[in-house]
């Protein structure tokens, strides 16, 4: 029988020390027998077993004392007498892999050492895999693609992932911006806590100060009992506030409040709370030009853009989209058990075009040619249907002002055909604008444009 693995053990009883080392033979591991815990460090000091057999109680020590050092690189299984399961139980939650009570029968040696051995070799074989996927993929695994704008990203977010700075992350609508926020995250020593992220266009202006900071019972109509805030709770993560251009102006002076005194207060409150949080804020606006015009505060802004990374959109990036591809493919091939791949000349179409919606649109696209090419192994240029902004490109706008219109004609314009085209739909034309929702809320109401919404409320 072909020897497996080197087994060490440590029993003061020779006969008992020489019957396991026997059976351990004829089991077919190789097997070395000391008597003391002395002995076991000097045989450790040139040799290298796969486990250790320890018996509790040794002349020379305490075998829960010594687990640490003699586990450091190997399983340690503890001998116990009869009756003494509840060592047994405070060894293992000492560091030691699995016990056995005295007298140890043949049966019971093998079964426990084929256990210990199978799991040990279970844990080294993650740790490979995930080592190899590491050296593969880096940190940052989610972040697809190795072209110059992207590697440029990576190395800012390895520059500021362990400080606590606060870290303003620009970019289009779809360019993977909170990405670029989790990326920061997960290489941060916040990592293993909460990473919260925050659709600043979704919350409602009157409720957003009671979600971000949370609200006392009784602090206005409703507050029937005491909310914790999402600052409390991603306390001592990260707090991710996506399109941060959207906050309402009271809501900035508080938030500049957390950013500079690390303090704030529950709505209805009357002390102040500490804020063990990191602030990674992402916007598709000009805050800067916000900021000249009294948008949003200045003050504010100068605090936000201490550490600004820019995620580049898609068309200026286009060697990650191959490798963006093959990503998504995989995806579905893994949900759908199904095998894609792309002609050579559909994925020339997929770098030739501009991906307006970044690559959130082209998710969307390859995932749907996947549905179109159902009964074929390959997606071909035919399959590929690209998204909204392509297909609104030749409808004519109704403009008011001639020939020569100005911008607010035109953005009037084209929001009105957008709203008329899709039932007065504001999730959609935002989508198409690259706006937020609210954005196009705002603009309903500063164009007069109640009329085109109201057939999304009749649909």
């Not at 060490?8 to 396991?20: A, F, H």
């Not at 000391?34 to 000091?45: D, G, I, N, P, T």
């Not at 995932?367 to 074929?376: F, G, H, K, T």
Request: hydrophobic residues 40%.
């Amino acid at each position: 029988m072909a020897l497996k693995a080197s087994i060490l053990v440590i029993e003061d009883d020779r006969v008992l020390n020489r019957m396991i080392v026997r059976q351990l033979e004829y089991m077919g591991y190789r097997g070395q027998g000391v008597e003391s815990l002395s002995a076991a460090h000097a045989w450790l000091r040139e040799n290298e077993p796969d486990m250790i057999i320890s018996d509790m109680r040794l002349p020379d020590g305490d075998c829960i004392d010594e687990l640490q050092a003699l586990g450091e690189s190997h399983p340690v299984i503890v001998l116990t007498a009869y009756g003494t399961v509840k060592n047994a139980v405070e060894a293992i939650r000492a560091g030691a892999a699995d016990y056995l009570t005295k007298p140890v029968s043949p049966e019971e040696l093998s079964l426990t050492v084929e256990r210990v051995l199978d799991t040990e070799a279970l844990r080294n074989d993650h740790q490979f895999c995930k080592s190899r996927l590491a050296a593969q993929t880096g940190s940052h695994s989610y972040m697809i693609g190795q072209s110059e704008a992207l590697n440029k990203v990576k190395e800012l977010i390895d520059a500021v992932a362990d400080t606590d700075l606060t870290v303003l992350v620009l970019g289009e609508s779809g360019a993977g911006k909170e990405l670029v926020a989790r990326a920061i995250h997960d290489q941060s020593l916040r990592a293993k806590r909460n990473f919260v992220a925050v659709d600043c266009c979704t919350l409602q202006e009157n409720l957003f100060e009671s979600e971000l900071f949370g609200h006392e019972k009784g602090a206005f109509t409703g507050a029937d009992r005491q909310k914790k805030g999402l600052i409390e709770g991603a306390s001592g993560g990260t707090l991710f506030l996506d399109e941060i251009g959207e906050i309402p102006a009271p809501i900035q002076a508080k938030l500049l409040r957390v950013l500079e005194t690390g303090k704030f207060r529950r709505v209805g409150g009357n002390r102040d709370l500490d804020s063990d949080v990191r602030i990674v804020a992402a916007t598709n606006r000009n805050l800067k030009k916000m900021s000249e015009t009294g948008e949003f505060r200045a003050d504010l802004y100068y605090r936000l853009e201490a550490f600004t990374i820019y995620a580049p959109p898609l068309r200026e990036r286009r060697e990650d989209i191959p490798w963006l591809v093959e990503h998504f493919i995989r995806n579905h091939n893994f949900s759908m058990r199904v095998k894609k791949t792309v002609t050579k000349e559909a994925m020339r179409k997929l770098i030739a075009y501009d991906w307006p919606g970044n690559v959130r649109e082209l998710k969307n696209v390859v995932e749907r040619a996947i549905i179109l090419s159902r009964r074929n192994k390959m997606i071909r240029s035919q399959h590929l249907t690209f998204g909204a902004c392509e297909q609104e490109a030749g409808l004519q706008l109704d403009l008011p002002g001639g020939s020569s219109p100005t911008l607010e004609e035109l953005e009037s314009s084209y929001l009105r055909m957008l709203l008329e085209k899709h039932a007065g739909h504001r999730a959609t034309v935002a989508q198409i604008m690259g706006i937020s929702e609210r954005h196009v809320y705002r603009l309903i109401k500063k164009y007069a444009l109640g009329d085109v919404t109201a057939v999304e409320k009749k649909a």
